[in-house]
């Protein structure tokens, strides 16, 4: 941490002084600064902002995205050692972090770690399938709101959507608890109605997990799809439907293509935050199921080994880009247009 | 199936406001039907109900004499032209147009052969791997004629699909429209609020204001000889004089004006004390020469004179500042007209109408 600030503080104190003094430099040191004011950014935005917004974006990436990352990955290929021991013969890259995802310990009984393993699988592929369900809940609600009812019941439908998410998420994630347990709201319902004569055990079926987490990521989804579709021009869905083209096939030749982009955004981000979820599989996971994340989280904080953790992330990571990355080439978008 | 289109007291209500008011009228197999009238008076609504994206509130829309009454657009004979064309931007032109056969489930094969001979009609050979954004605006919309006509409908009904177009490519549209309809020799229903595109194209024009149709007739009869107030000065440019009967002879009528007594066609039978307003187009204006008396005459004073090529208009003002326009074919020479001159204007009783008093078409 003393080693973070060291290197932090400098830099910061130094960007907080060139924006603060950059005003008061410019008139005295012409030179140099005549030669910034020629550039063409810094002439359409102004000395002060232009600095400001240089510094912020690239304080934004350097200790946002790559310091923490650059540390993880450096973490990953070393040792767990004592604190006597770093910068000693042990303090030297290794693979064995890696390795032990896939093999386990050596000597173990089994060829491959395949506790570890099949949590990591069965994380991507529910991430996977809670991406699906959240799309399609939210495609029918984002054609909604963005084509059929503009303004009036939209705008009401989008602060329905908004409102829950004011309360916390761990208090949501407690609420799905209360509704989906053995004796819960819905078994109540299930039991009093006599569909059912034993209380649904839904946590350890994990339908409380998939509820959750679609759940807690439906704005990712809404928001990109709603402005794909809200931006298609109505008279294209009017004009396949006056060609006799069925509803399904105006959805899948005419808007899905037109929503690529917000489709594409959409699925990774609640893919990724799926994927790296940790309080709704804490609280909604059934006993038996257990989260990547979780693991990743006992590695760090109980088993107090950061180096396997780190590896535990980096993989998790390199999982999410490859999915992101595979997501792109089948939409064929861009990154540009997922920005959009 | 036979493709005459029949409005049966057609009435379309949004809440409290009327769209279209009891429109009765039927529409031949074959015909260039045009609904004309200003911003607002209904037409679209009557093409949207025609093409089954609204329910008529009352009355019925018959095609080939069967109701269409919950019938959806995709279940209809028709195939609508958006006035922004709406074509399908992520598409190539030949799948475009063929995205009705693809809708039908016709093969890949048969759809690129059918979407090959639309583009050969509509002008268009070997354009149909390009990408939408990669053709003009007069493509664009033989494109568009092209993807509704793909479907074969029996009716195509088109949303002013020419108002985005500059004028010389307009003009070159209208043709190619007429010519394409002659040679597929389907209904075409055409919505415009551009008399010129009207008259010139159309076997028959329906006049419309504020929901209701006004007039039916071909171009010349709704230009020589209008029904109503409305039509007289929408179409084409006219000069109303308002005022009362004071005497109803045969086929004739004179109206007491503000210029004195002048005389019209009284196509409308009306009678003396009726209010009315007779109507003079700018080319049936002449200077009268001499002084005295006589029939029909106006006088008035010289404010400008604008050259327009074929024909020269001239804008005088009368009793009460009352704005007054007459135009003069350019036969070669052309008299001078100076500000402030006096312009003692007659013209035939025989080339003026005399109608009912009522709403006048503003610019």
Redesign the interface.
Known sequence: MSEFLSLFLPVFLAALLAILLAPVAQRHAAGFWGVVGRIRFVQRNGIVISTYLIVAVIAWVVFMIVLPQVYMLDFSFRNNLFPAEIGGPKDVYTLSNYEYLLFGRPGDEEMFNWLHLTVFLRTIIASIFVTLLNFAICYPIAYYMGQVAKGGYGRMMILALILPFWVNEILRAFAFRILFGTSGVINAVLLTLGLTDQPIDFLRADVALYAGLSYAYILLMVFPLYNAIESL?H??V?????????WW?IHW??VM??AKPGIASGCTLVFMLAAGALAAPQILGGPSSLWFTQIIYDWFNTGGNWPQGSAYAIVLLLACLVFVLTVMRVFKVSLGEIAK | MSADVELDHLTIRFGDFTAVSDANLKIEEGEFFSFLGPSGCGKTTILRAV???LEPTEGEVRIGGKNMRGI????RP???I???L???P??SVADNIA??L???GVSKYERRKRADQLLELTALEGQGDKMVSELSGGQKQRVAIA??LA?EPAVLLLDEPLSALDLKLRQHMRTELRAIQQRVGITFIYITHDQGEALTMSDRIAVMSQGVIQQVGNGTDVYENSQTAFVASFVGENNPFSGRIVRADGDFAVVETSFGPLRGRNLRGMSEGDPAMLFVRPESLTFANGAGGGENVIESTVVNGEFEGSFFSVFLRGEGDKPIVMSMTNSGSLPEFRPGEPGRLTFKPERALVLPRGEVAHE
Request: net charge positive; proline share 7%; glycine share 10%.
């Open positions: 021009d008279n294209q009017e004009a396949a439907r006056d060609l006799g083209s069925p096939r030749r005419v293509p037109h | 093409s089954g994206f959806g657009p995709n279940k028709t195939a609508l958006f006035q922004n709406a074509l399908f992520l598409m995205f009705g693809e809708v039908r993807r509704a479907v």
